[in-house]
């Protein structure tokens, strides 16, 4: 059990017996009261977003997900196909919405972390920064780029992403799967 102000962000806890992701949390004190943690809440099953406060003498149960390594296979028509890294035989289908934003950055063949809840996959755990070549990148436009200029490159996996001007095609880059944005260009 979870006391109020351990209820932080990338928690993992139980509400009406569906796993919750901790989004964000804030403790605070109205006047001469005791503090409160209002907590913005995910519902990993459905992706539902609500807030919810927690007061000084409430509690949460932590929810005990389980991780397993499992390897991205391919996508078609929206459904994304894997299997258990250990047994390729052993093969599984995740929707778009368990997987989230950061899908576009799946290579094939990449092994990440399959979150699991009471025997089901409830979501995957994407390393923070991925390398992905570049396949399509338009020539940079001289100009003002006093700023730093940028332009939209495709990646191997099919994402647009802004990148500098700088970046060719075929060049390899390290992107950060939480943001979705550029990090820095990999040598070769």
Aim: net charge positive; proline share 4%.
């Amino acid at each position: 059990m979870l006391v109020y102000n351990e209820i932080k962000e990338k928690k993992f806890i139980v509400v009406d017996g569906d796993p919750h992701e901790v989004l964000s949390s804030h403790i605070f004190r109205k006047q001469q009261r005791k503090p409160v943690n209002a907590v913005k809440l995910r519902n990993i099953l459905t992706g539902k977003v609500f807030e919810r406060s927690y007061h000084q003498s409430e509690k949460a149960e932590e929810a005990e997900i389980d991780a397993r390594k499992i390897k991205y296979l391919y996508s078609n028509r929206g459904e994304h196909w894997f299997c258990d890294e250990a047994n390729a035989k052993n093969r599984f289908k995740l929707r778009e919405e368990i997987l989230g934003p950061q899908v576009k950055f799946l290579k094939r063949d990449s092994v990440i972390d399959g979150l699991i809840f009471n025997e089901d996959f409830i979501g995957v755990r994407m390393p923070i920064k991925v390398e992905l070549a570049v396949t399509e990148a338009p020539p940079g436009i001289k100009g003002n780029t006093a700023q730093g200029g940028t332009k939209q490159v495709t990646l191997e996996t099919g994402a647009l992403i802004n990148a500098p001007l700088f970046i060719n095609e075929g060049d390899i880059l390290r992107i950060n799967t939480e943001t979705g944005e550029y990090v820095e260009r990999v040598q070769k």
